[in-house]
């Protein structure tokens, strides 16, 4: 696609970048397995509660006492089989044509 869309020498836009969907696929396969931020801390300020996550079923609220630290792995996140399917550990840049 690049090489259709640039040749061997040419300097892209901001609008060939913008065309070039597979290589806007393989961008962001890259950064769904390889996050530039894998994990993200968080503490709450205040009391509060998640509105989900909690009970058997993970659909009940969970409280947040204030000064509680929050972890959020967007590595683990993106590698959901629920969200990306069975081969949620393979690179397949492919998958974004259907998101």
Known sequence: EV???LGPNGKPTYTDLKEMRYLQHVINETLRLYPAIPF????????????RGGGPDGLDPVGMP???????SSL?????????????????????EKW
Do not use: H
Request: aromatic share 12%.
């Open 66 to 72: 204030k000064n509680t630290i929050f972890l959020c």
């Open 76 to 96: 683990t996140l993106q590698r959901r089989e629920d969200l990306f399917g069975p081969d949620a550990d393979k690179f397949d840049p492919d998958r974004w």
């Open 3 to 5: 090489l259709e869309r």
């Open 40 to 51: 993200n801390l968080r503490r709450s300020l205040k009391d509060t509660y998640l509105p």
